[in-house]
């Protein structure tokens, strides 16, 4: 149920993000000088949306979505893959490759190359870092 309505989400997420970028105004001819620095700032959100979707998609895929659904956790509620707290404990994103990577005693099982890429695995982490606020990170540091 949860499953089927983020993949829902997703597509039409994808569907609206889609329609945004094939919309008018992106013809080089037809930019107005002035109006460049916004549309591109427009464009890196749109760029970074499309990150976070495909992370989303592989985040699903692999199976973290059964044991993580929104970046929760249904077996230890404690331990969500956002917030301040997981920010502290992963201050990088190489923290978090070694933790899937290994898997825990706590339920969580190992996730090899054999059973997902180190591309896979960087999306996923742009999806789980885009769930925590900035302000979670900042404070982190
Ligand atoms: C069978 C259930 C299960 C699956 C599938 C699963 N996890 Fe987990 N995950 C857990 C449990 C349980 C914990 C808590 C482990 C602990 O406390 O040591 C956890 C912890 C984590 C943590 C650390 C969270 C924290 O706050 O300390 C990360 C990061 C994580 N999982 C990422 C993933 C990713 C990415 C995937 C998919 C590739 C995944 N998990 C798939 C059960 C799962």
Redesign the pocket.
Known sequence: MELAVGAAWLLLMTLALSLTMSGPGQSAEKIDPERVPSQNQASDQVQDQLQVQEGKKH?VK???W???PHGE????GD???KGP??SK??KSDED?VA??RRG??????P?PKSK?SDND?RS??VY?RSLSKKSDTAHAK
């Open positions: 985040f692999a199976t973290c059964g044991c993580h956790n249904a077996l230890h331990k969500p893959l707290a997981f404990r992963f978090i933790f899937v825990s005693k706590f339920g969580m099982p996730f997902l695995l996923i982490i789980i």
